[in-house]
């Protein structure tokens, strides 16, 4: 049984400020999204990877994935959740047999392969939904509408959430079926419909890249970290 990857990526990346889609936005001179791609399929767990592209972009993602065969375009949504949605449809077509699917953001394009090993382990395992955590390191306030702070909030069972999160494949496909708005965290979806969410642990280098600074970090920090290509993917 096949593990397929969908990874939306028709996003304009505008607070990054480059002028071009966010996941084709350059690290040392591989984008974002062939690191990502490429990342997913060098764990060892992930046999396909659906990414779904800016419509008047297809052929210039499908172009910048050439050298990796196990990587299929469609065109995406208005929307994230349309994005995932229609990457999801397509897996009836790429992997039939797929049980267990990833919903991965582009801009994590250097989370380790052991996250994404832990992920699809705890699904296989029996998990309906997995996502990688953090710890919350900072303090967080509750504050009103005035900006005034009312609360302290006890950060000791906070979580930041990465990607990729997991699911078995109909929980997911429920989980959308019954969405009725946008979402940006496919496992809060599942929470929706009562579904129950696992947690493993996640790794600082998963970041989301969003701002120049981001980006910044990724340059200096953690391009070295990255998987390289090897004539396996190719």
């Known amino acids: 049984m096949s593990v397929v990857a969908l990874v939306p990526a028709a996003g304009r990346g505008v607070r990054l400020g480059l002028g071009m889609p966010k996941a084709l936005v350059p690290v040392n001179g591989e984008s974002l999204l062939l690191r990502a791609v490429r990342g997913l399929l060098a764990a060892g767990c992930v046999q396909h990877v659906v990414v779904a592209a800016p419509p008047d972009q297809v052929e210039l993602v499908a172009a910048e994935l050439a050298e990796l065969p196990a990587a299929h375009v469609v065109p995406g949504g208005a929307e994230r959740t349309d994005s995932v949605r229609i990457a999801l449809d397509a897996v009836e077509q790429v992997a039939p047999d797929a049980r267990v699917v990833l919903v991965h953001d582009a801009a994590r394009a250097f989370t380790p392969s052991s996250v994404i090993q832990d992920v699809v382990r705890a699904v296989e395992e029996g998990a309906p939904a997995v996502i990688p955590v953090l710890p919350v390191s900072d303090t967080i306030k ?10 302290t909030v006890d950060r000791s069972e906070l979580r930041a959430v990465q990607t990729p999160q997991g699911f078995a494949i109909e929980v997911l496909r429920e989980a959308y079926a019954a969405a009725g708005d946008i979402a940006t965290d496919d496992a809060g979806l599942v929470e929706r419909i009562g579904g129950k969410v696992r947690t ?10 969003t701002t120049a600074f981001d980006l910044a ?5 953690l391009v070295e970290g990255a998987p390289q290509n090897t004539g396996e993917l190719a």
């Open 142 to 151: 509750r504050v009103d509408e005035a900006g005034d702070v009312v609360a």
């Open 200 to 209: 493993v642990a996640g790794h600082p280098n998963a970041l989301k890249i």
């Open 217 to 221: 970090i990724a340059e200096s920090v």
